[in-house]
């Protein structure tokens, strides 16, 4: 059975960092790109990040370029997600998804989600 | 990158149907056949309903079907029961640069 398990969020301030942790099982972590999506309080879902099965290639949404940095460690089933320079915008529930593929091929879907860690930026 | 432009709302009674759309551009919805659905009941995690336009994943009642045109696409929910009554989103590929692109999101109400 696939799980995704994210970890590491928490209230933060203004300018603050935090880093998320999403810890996979029940199937081959190495295989598959991974994303981050968020959801703000009483909003819809905004694409945040996306890695590559190796980590070699990343991905950004404009609103966190720069600030945000993804990386996995495909030893531990692992994704992370830094934020830094953290702002009220950012206030948020973090998910972590797998990316689909179909006969071998990454389709650019998400087929299993994590439950979502919150993420509160306030002074 | 824009999100895609769905209806903040649809409705319906038990047993009709009810079709949302998803309009987006020649960047994403019109470019690639990379559209997917995704359902979401309040304080839970999405669930993907449809990928690559109108694939089904296993355990997805076929009540659920997906379709496009140009830069359109649209989710239909056909026999609509209590259980359907969820936000859904659509999703969409938009090239290697931005990558992945979602709706705005439509509030299915079952009447």
């Known amino acids: 059975e696939v799980q995704l398990l994210e970890s590491g969020g928490g209230l933060v301030q203004p300018g603050g960092s935090l880093r998320l942790s999403c810890e996979a099982s029940?199937?081959?972590?190495?295989?598959?790109?991974m994303t981050w999506v968020r959801q703000a309080p009483g909003k819809g879902l905004e694409w945040v990040s996306g890695?590559?099965?190796?980590?070699?290639?990343?991905f950004y949404a404009d609103s966190v370029k720069g600030r945000f940095t993804i990386s996995r460690d495909n030893s531990k089933s692992t994704l992370h997600l830094q934020l830094n320079s953290l702002r009220a915008e950012d206030t948020a529930v973090y998910y972590c998804?797998?990316?689909?593929?179909?006969?071998?091929?990454?389709?650019?879907?998400?087929?299993?989600w994590g439950q979502g860690t919150l993420v509160t930026v306030s002074s | 990158q824009s999100a895609l432009t769905q209806p903040p709302s649809a409705s319906g009674s038990p047993g009709q149907s009810v079709t949302i759309s998803c309009t987006g551009t020649s960047s994403d919805v019109g470019g690639y056949d990379y559209v997917s659905w995704y359902q979401q009941y309040p304080g839970k995690a999405p669930k993907l309903m449809i990928y690559?336009?109108?694939r089904r994943p296993s355990g997805v009642p076929d009540r659920f079907s997906g379709s496009k045109s140009g830069n359109t696409a649209s989710l239909t929910v056909s026999g609509l029961q209590a259980e359907d009554e969820a936000d859904y989103y659509c999703s969409s590929y938009a090239g290697s640069n931005a990558y992945s692109v979602f709706g705005t999101g439509t509030k299915v109400t079952v009447l």
């Open positions: 998804a797998k990316i689909g593929y179909n006969n071998g091929h990454k389709s650019y879907y998400f087929d299993y």
């Open positions: 890695i590559s099965s190796s980590g070699s290639y990343t």
């Open positions: 690559e336009v109108n």
């Open positions: 029940g199937f081959t972590f190495s295989s598959y790109a």
